[in-house]
């Protein structure tokens, strides 16, 4: 082939994206136009080196192109960079070098061998190109057809005159006459390939390079039939083939070249071409051989003349034959193919309906499993939200009765259930529950589980009064013993009531039920509350508490002030209790019966705990090493059910090298009671594992509770520490119950090797009384109040109290 074809990239390059391209292509094909319009002008050896050196530019642009757009890893690429080299390396030495310069007429020979292989090449490349996106068979019979139609007036107005009028025909002369029919069948393919939407440019440019070697080709069997050397235009149209293909190798559209496909042509225009080159070509031919010949003339010339043209026109019509054939064939096919498919396609629709039916069913149970709860089949949390927020606009339509309420209720005690029986008793348990309710619940209202042991109701346009008889009466349904797998378990709940509030939305009213519910739990549990403006008021101040503790934790506004506890025979501290004190930056201290309640609510106690912890071992260190002062610190509940706790408080005193009996760890009864019986199990394992190690353990307001004496044979307890509301009324002469509780308590702890603290020790006349009792140590006012480290200090130094008349 004479001359490469194109390059390639994954994907075609959009026209629009190629008009905003580099025109380094337009720049090439202006300044090589100027070197074709001035070879002819230049003497013979001068412009065979312009044609060289243009035909070499094209070789190595073709061959940079290729590589840069990878498309030489496709074997038509390696074809075409194979062919560019044949053809640079036959114009470059055989002809240029050999013949013009060096007049060897084995060079030219040479030369003409690599240029008809690189013609066959080009055919090749041109072949397996046209193949691509379709059928090679129907490519080549295409492009055969058109070159056949166009041969036949090049026979009638070129050829034949060239050979009836050539002095005389040698093998030359055919050979020669080889060239422009190969020339036109690469031009067919090449045609072709453009034919379609979307013709890529670089390919135009390619089709046009061919266009002029066929030119090129044609003047130099002119020429050569009629005994005269090649002239201008003859050199001008063979330089004008390598010019318009190194434009097209700088075109920005040969980027796509590695996807180009011989795309389908279209009905109309396959027809329209068809039936002008099966029609036309051979009138024309016809027409053409009867002007160009003698009227009176009917000798062998004109007969051979319409012999070709005859051949040409049977050649014709067997290659639309057999292009027709081959459209016939693939026509049956796909009909083979459209009948399996229509098959196949009733199957897939019967499939499909099954399918869809399928499919509608699996939504609507989708559906309901969404919107309803999988263990009860009530509304869920978001179905209930939907309702709730229905009813609102509902009323809000038609504002004349009362508002909706809603009930929201929490299982008192179900969690236990759950730790105690395992998790497929709860489940049955809250089955249970759901069948009791739905009993209660009339036609328009709405039963709904949001969550875990919570349940719902929504009634529509209900008063007060109606919302607390429902709530009365779900009290003493979830009351009635439950028989679940031969075990009797008893519940209660916890209900908090909105009615007669108009709410804006329903989160808005989920807000206020729940903090009715919180109110009822924190009212003893197994109650009634009805929301109030009080309750988000005080829901208000406790967010804004609970923002205030962490802004403490990250300020420091946090300080430890220590009570002494005393011994009431010789008045020396024996130990400190550590109280928690928040003082706001440039605001007054806040008590702690305020925010320590926050604080456990929240979770933020375990790091206040850790954090008072930290401090009072820090200050703790001193005392016992000067005095043998032991520190006591409050814990909570939350504090001992973390997991880490134990292994924070030894790892504490080991950095603070403060022994384990100098610490106390105090709780209370009450803590205790909030828990269920398997939290307070592994508080107990807590606390046993910390007193292995010699942490002491403490006992606060012991007294207050309703199971102090099961508690003292359970937990490792080390110190008893008496409530002040049997410290008060001990000097009182009608309080002498009292004082019997408190001497038997002393005597309880000292019989069990406990230690005794009594605290709210404030007067002279209660230390004395106690001394009496027997109790060893006392806490109060009477001794000091809580001081800061610093104070302690001096307290250490000097006793007041022990002057004190």
């Given at each position: 082939m004479r001359?490469?074809?194109r390059?390639?990239?994954?994907?075609?390059?959009?026209w629009?994206a190629?008009?905003?391209?580099?025109?380094g292509w337009?720049?090439?094909?202006?300044?090589g136009?100027?070197?074709v319009?001035a070879?002819?002008?230049?003497p013979?050896?001068?412009a065979?080196v312009?044609?060289s050196?243009?035909?070499?530019?094209?070789?190595?642009?073709m061959?940079?192109?290729?590589?840069?757009?990878?498309?030489?890893?496709?074997?038509?690429?390696?074809?075409?960079?194979?062919?560019?080299?044949?053809?640079?390396s036959a114009?470059?030495?055989c002809?240029?070098?050999?013949?013009?310069?060096?007049?060897n007429?084995?060079?030219l020979?040479l030369y003409?061998i690599?240029?008809?292989?690189?013609?066959l090449?080009?055919l090749a490349?041109?072949?397996?190109l046209s193949?691509?996106?379709?059928?090679?068979?129907?490519?080549?019979?295409?492009?055969?057809?058109?070159?056949?139609g166009?041969?036949?007036?090049?026979?009638?107005?070129?050829?034949?005159?060239?050979?009836h009028?050539?002095?005389?025909?040698?093998s030359?002369?055919?050979?020669?006459?080889v060239?422009?029919?190969?020339?036109?069948?690469?031009?067919?393919?090449?045609?072709?390939?453009?034919l379609?939407?979307g013709r890529?440019?670089?390919?135009v440019l390619t089709?046009l390079g061919?266009?002029?070697l066929?030119?090129?080709d044609?003047?130099h069997l002119?020429n050569?039939?009629?005994?005269?050397?090649?002239?201008?235009?003859?050199?001008?149209?063979?330089?004008?083939?390598?010019?318009?293909?190194?434009a097209a190798?700088?075109?920005?559209?040969l980027?796509?070249?590695?996807?180009v496909?011989?795309?389908?042509?279209g009905?109309r225009t396959?027809?329209?071409?068809?039936?002008?080159?099966?029609v036309?070509s051979p009138?024309?031919s016809v027409a053409g051989?009867?002007?160009?010949?003698?009227?009176?003339?009917s000798?062998?010339a004109?007969?051979h003349?319409?012999?070709?043209?005859?051949?040409m026109?049977?050649?014709?019509?067997?290659?639309?034959?057999?292009?027709?054939?081959l459209?016939?064939r693939?026509a049956?096919?796909r009909?083979?193919a459209l009948?399996?498919?229509?098959?196949?396609?009733t199957?897939q629709a019967?499939?499909?309906?099954?399918a869809?039916?399928r499919?509608?069913?699996?939504?609507?149970?989708?559906?309901?499993r969404a919107?309803h709860?999988?263990l009860?089949?009530?509304?869920?949390?978001?179905?209930?939200?939907?309702?709730?927020?229905?009813?609102i606009?509902?009323?809000?339509?038609?504002?004349?009765?009362?508002?909706p309420?809603?009930?929201?209720?929490?299982?008192?005690?179900f969690?236990?259930?759950?730790d105690?029986?395992?998790h497929?008793?709860?489940?049955?348990?809250?089955?249970?529950?759901?069948?009791?309710l739905?009993?209660?619940?009339?036609g328009?209202?709405?039963?709904?589980?949001?969550g875990?042991?919570?349940?719902?109701v929504?009634l529509?346009?209900?008063?007060?009064?109606q919302?607390?008889a429902?709530?009365?009466?779900?009290?003493a349904?979830?009351?009635?013993p439950?028989?679940?797998?031969?075990?009797?378990?008893?519940?209660?709940?916890s209900?908090?009531?909105?009615a007669e509030?108009?709410?804006?939305?329903?989160?808005?009213a989920l807000?206020d039920?729940?903090?009715?519910l919180?109110?009822?739990?924190?009212?003893?549990k197994?109650?009634?509350v009805?929301?109030d403006?009080?309750l988000?008021a005080?829901?208000?101040?406790?967010t804004r508490?609970a923002?205030g503790l962490?802004r403490?934790?990250?300020?420091g506004?946090?300080?430890?002030?220590?009570?002494?506890?005393?011994?009431?025979?010789?008045?020396?501290i024996?130990?400190?209790?550590?109280?928690?004190?928040?003082?706001?930056e440039g605001g007054?201290?806040?008590?702690?019966?305020v925010?320590?309640?926050?604080?456990?609510?929240?979770?933020?106690?375990v790091?206040i705990?850790?954090?008072v912890?930290e401090?009072a071992?820090?200050?703790?260190?001193?005392?016992?090493?000067?005095h043998?002062i032991?520190?006591?610190?409050?814990?909570?509940g939350?504090?001992l059910?973390?997991?880490?706790?134990s292994?924070?408080v030894?790892a504490?005193?080991?950095?603070?090298?403060l022994?384990?009996?100098?610490l106390t760890?105090e709780i209370t009864e009450s803590?205790?009671?909030?828990?269920t019986?398997v939290?307070?199990?592994?508080i107990?394992?807590v606390?046993?594992?910390?007193?292995?190690?010699g942490?002491r353990?403490?006992?606060?307001d012991?007294g207050t509770?309703?199971s102090?004496?099961?508690?003292l044979?359970?937990?490792?307890v080390?110190?008893?520490?008496i409530?002040?509301?049997?410290?008060?009324?001990?000097?009182e002469?009608?309080?002498q119950?009292?004082?019997a509780?408190?001497?038997a308590i002393?005597?309880?702890?000292a019989?069990?090797?406990?230690?005794?603290?009594?605290e709210?020790?404030?007067?002279?006349?209660?230390?004395?009384v106690?001394?009496?009792?027997?109790?060893?140590?006392?806490?109060?006012?009477?001794?000091?109040?809580?001081v800061?480290?610093?104070r302690?200090?001096?307290l250490l130094?000097?006793?007041?109290?022990?002057?004190?008349?």
């Amino acid at each position: 082939m004479r001359q490469p074809l194109r390059p390639t990239t994954r994907r075609a390059p959009r026209w629009d994206a190629v008009r905003r391209a580099p025109r380094g292509w337009s720049l090439y094909l202006l300044l090589g136009g100027l070197l074709v319009l001035a070879a002819p002008l230049l003497p013979a050896g001068p412009a065979a080196v312009a044609q060289s050196g243009l035909q070499g530019v094209t070789a190595l642009l073709m061959i940079r192109q290729i590589r840069r757009y990878g498309l030489d890893r496709a074997r038509p690429w390696r074809m075409v960079v194979a062919g560019t080299a044949a053809t640079w390396s036959a114009t470059a030495l055989c002809w240029g070098v050999g013949w013009v310069w060096l007049e060897n007429a084995a060079l030219l020979e040479l030369y003409r061998i690599l240029i008809a292989c690189s013609s066959l090449l080009g055919l090749a490349v041109l072949a397996l190109l046209s193949g691509r996106g379709g059928s090679t068979r129907s490519a080549l019979l295409e492009a055969g057809i058109m070159t056949v139609g166009a041969a036949m007036p090049v026979w009638a107005f070129l050829i034949h005159p060239l050979l009836h009028g050539a002095p005389r025909v040698d093998s030359h002369l055919v050979v020669t006459l080889v060239a422009p029919v190969v020339d036109l069948f690469m031009l067919g393919l090449a045609v072709r390939l453009t034919l379609g939407k979307g013709r890529p440019p670089w390919l135009v440019l390619t089709g046009l390079g061919y266009g002029m070697l066929l030119v090129s080709d044609g003047l130099h069997l002119t020429n050569l039939a009629a005994g005269r050397p090649d002239g201008p235009l003859s050199l001008v149209a063979w330089m004008c083939w390598p010019l318009l293909v190194g434009a097209a190798a700088l075109h920005p559209s040969l980027a796509g070249a590695g996807t180009v496909q011989a795309r389908e042509v279209g009905g109309r225009t396959r027809v329209a071409v068809f039936l002008t080159l099966t029609v036309a070509s051979p009138l024309l031919s016809v027409a053409g051989i009867g002007l160009l010949a003698d009227p009176l003339s009917s000798g062998p010339a004109r007969s051979h003349a319409e012999l070709g043209i005859t051949a040409m026109t049977v050649l014709l019509a067997v290659l639309l034959v057999a292009r027709l054939d081959l459209v016939a064939r693939v026509a049956e096919a796909r009909a083979v193919a459209l009948d399996r498919q229509a098959g196949q396609l009733t199957a897939q629709a019967d499939e499909l309906s099954a399918a869809l039916r399928r499919q509608d069913a699996l939504q609507r149970r989708l559906a309901h499993r969404a919107s309803h709860d999988a263990l009860t089949g009530l509304a869920n949390r978001t179905l209930f939200a939907e309702v709730v927020q229905d009813a609102i606009t509902a009323h809000a339509a038609r504002p004349g009765g009362p508002p909706p309420a809603l009930l929201l209720l929490d299982l008192d005690g179900f969690k236990d259930v759950n730790d105690t029986y395992g998790h497929p008793v709860g489940d049955e348990l809250l089955t249970v529950v759901a069948r009791r309710l739905r009993g209660l619940v009339t036609g328009g209202q709405t039963l709904a589980r949001p969550g875990g042991d919570e349940f719902a109701v929504v009634l529509p346009g209900a008063t007060l009064d109606q919302a607390l008889a429902l709530a009365r009466r779900v009290l003493a349904a979830v009351q009635a013993p439950y028989h679940l797998g031969g075990r009797e378990l008893y519940l209660t709940t916890s209900i908090g009531v909105l009615a007669e509030v108009a709410a804006a939305t329903a989160s808005e009213a989920l807000r206020d039920v729940d903090l009715a519910l919180y109110a009822a739990k924190s009212a003893g549990k197994n109650q009634v509350v009805v929301f109030d403006g009080e309750l988000r008021a005080a829901r208000m101040r406790q967010t804004r508490i609970a923002t205030g503790l962490r802004r403490a934790l990250a300020r420091g506004e946090f300080a430890l002030h220590y009570q002494p506890v005393v011994d009431l025979a010789t008045g020396d501290i024996r130990s400190v209790e550590a109280l928690l004190r928040w003082i706001p930056e440039g605001g007054e201290p806040v008590r702690p019966d305020v925010f320590i309640p926050v604080a456990e609510e929240t979770g933020l106690i375990v790091e206040i705990g850790l954090w008072v912890l930290e401090q009072a071992c820090a200050d703790a260190r001193r005392w016992h090493e000067s005095h043998g002062i032991t520190v006591a610190v409050n814990v909570s509940g939350r504090q001992l059910r973390d997991e880490t706790f134990s292994d924070a408080v030894l790892a504490m005193l080991d950095r603070h090298e403060l022994p384990e009996r100098a610490l106390t760890l105090e709780i209370t009864e009450s803590m205790l009671l909030a828990t269920t019986q398997v939290e307070t199990t592994r508080i107990v394992e807590v606390l046993t594992r910390l007193r292995e190690h010699g942490v002491r353990i403490a006992l606060d307001d012991f007294g207050t509770g309703y199971s102090s004496l099961s508690y003292l044979r359970a937990l490792p307890v080390d110190v008893l520490k008496i409530d002040r509301s049997f410290t008060t009324p001990l000097t009182e002469a009608d309080h002498q119950r009292t004082r019997a509780f408190t001497r038997a308590i002393v005597e309880l702890s000292a019989s069990l090797g406990l230690s005794t603290i009594v605290e709210g020790v404030e007067t002279r006349e209660q230390a004395d009384v106690l001394r009496q009792m027997g109790s060893p140590l006392g806490q109060g006012y009477l001794f000091s109040r809580p001081v800061t480290a610093e104070r302690i200090d001096d307290l250490l130094l000097v006793a007041p109290w022990k002057r004190a008349a």
